[in-house]
């Protein structure tokens, strides 16, 4: 028994310090190559890392243009306005807040976030600040992290 014991409190130490490492950043990087330019894609997405809770940060780079997208994995974005397109999203960096509305896409759980969200979402990763993006109940932090050297995939 004492073994057994001795074990199960390793377990717990081990369990406890692992929960108490600092986010990382951690960018997933999927390219659709083809002959074809039109049908060449790339995607750079940073997971949440609690997925009831958090948002997925997307951007995609195909031949019609760059694109920013925040997913989730369990409820909808909240919607605003009579047909309930649209959604706030607030971008956090130090000190300063940005407030957009965004699209909100079939189902919910995907927004489209406008051009200058994309482009300040961009500009700070690149220069290596980390960002809050909140909307509604969903919230995540974005370390930069490897973002500056794979930006230029996009």
């Known amino acids: 028994m ?12 081990i369990l406890i310090a692992a929960s108490c490492q600092p986010a990382t950043s951690s960018w997933e990087v999927k390219e659709t190559k083809s002959q074809h330019r039109s049908h060449q894609a ?11 809770r ?10 019609s243009g760059r694109r920013a997208y925040l997913n989730v994995y369990s409820l909808a974005f909240s919607s605003m306005g009579a047909d309930g397109k649209q959604t706030e999203v607030l971008i956090k960096s130090g000190e300063i807040e940005h407030r957009f509305l965004a699209n909100r896409l079939e189902g919910g759980q995907r927004l489209l976030l406008p051009e200058d969200a994309k482009n300040l979402l961009i500009e700070q990763l690149t ?24 930006k230029n995939k996009l």
């Open 2 to 13: 004492p073994v057994i014991a001795t074990a199960i409190r390793s377990l717990v130490i």
């Open 42 to 52: 790339i995607r750079l997405v940073q997971k949440p890392d609690n997925p009831f």
């Open 54 to 63: 958090g948002m997925e940060l997307e951007f995609v780079k195909t031949a």
């Open 127 to 150: 220069n290596h600040q980390t960002v809050v993006i909140i909307s509604g109940r969903f919230d995540v932090e974005v370390l930069p992290g490897e973002f500056p050297s794979l």
